[in-house]
């Protein structure tokens, strides 16, 4: 573990006993600062320019960080069920992989947006994207959580042989996931350095496969044994 991981992890621990877990989605003062921190960082950091330089050469690239996708693409086959919590390039792109897909997102102008994507490029009959609309970052109803990490529960017919984990909530939507995951199905969790998931990331040790830091963020990804993932705590 990197000395800025040690120091995370570290105020991670010391925010959660001080004030509580998911302070951030409670907190608009909280969350505020986040933000600003992070854009004060962007401002001055070369990390932050080579990944916005990434961004912008490669438009069909999904937002993950940017060693993760020849992994995961290596990892994708044709005619495969797939899941996302977060709609964006990773639809589109997860689409032109061959992927047919069941997409949730908490946003309507950028359903609509993602959606005008898939009309234009033929690949809306691939993809099926659920609204479940989130208002507010902080102060959420945990009504609106759990309609949200649970969406895609009367689309899973089948067990899905792949989910992305990059969109609102992470925390209550990694929970659903063994039980929506094929057995030996892919599980990728982007911003896998969010503070509320780092005990969920460590109940999953054991079944990871690939680990990806660019110095922003962390892409990692899994997969499920024979015998699916086990229920997490």
């Given amino acids: ?9 570290l105020a991670r621990r010391l925010s959660n006993r001080l004030f509580g877990r998911d302070l951030m989605h409670r907190s608009p003062w909280a969350l505020g600062l986040w933000r600003g921190w ?11 320019r080579r990944q916005a330089r990434f961004e912008r050469e490669n438009p069909e690239a999904p937002w993950l960080v940017p060693a993760s996708i020849p992994f995961i693409e290596d990892l994708l086959r044709r005619g495969m069920r797939g ?9 589109v792109w997860l689409a ?14 950028w359903r609509d947006t993602v959606q005008q994507q898939l009309d234009d490029e033929g690949l809306s009959d691939q993809v099926t994207v659920i609204v ?26 089948e067990k899905f042989d792949f989910i992305l984990v990059d969109g609102h909530f992470r925390s209550a939507c990694i929970r659903q996931v063994p039980a929506l995951l094929a057995p030996n199905g ?18 999953l040790a054991p079944f990871k496969i690939g680990d990806f830091d660019n110095g922003i963020c962390i892409t990692q990804v899994y997969r499920a044994s024979a015998d699916g993932l086990p229920p997490l705590a």
Avoid: K
């Fill in 132 to 157: 479940a609309e989130v208002h507010q970052d902080y102060a959420v109803d945990p009504a609106t959580i759990e309609a949200y990490a649970t969406a895609p529960t009367s689309f899973a017919t």
């Fill in 83 to 91: 899941l996302e919590w977060g709609a964006g390039r990773s639809t």
């Fill in 38 to 48: 992070r854009r004060i960082v962007a401002a001055v950091s070369p990390t932050y």
């Fill in 1 to 9: 573990m990197t000395i800025r991981r040690r120091l995370f992890d």
């Fill in 186 to 203: 892919i599980l990728v969790i982007d911003n896998a350095e969010t503070a509320d998931i780092q005990n969920l990331i460590e109940q």
């Fill in 96 to 109: 032109r992989q061959g992927v047919t897909l069941v997409s949730v997102e908490g946003r309507r102008p």
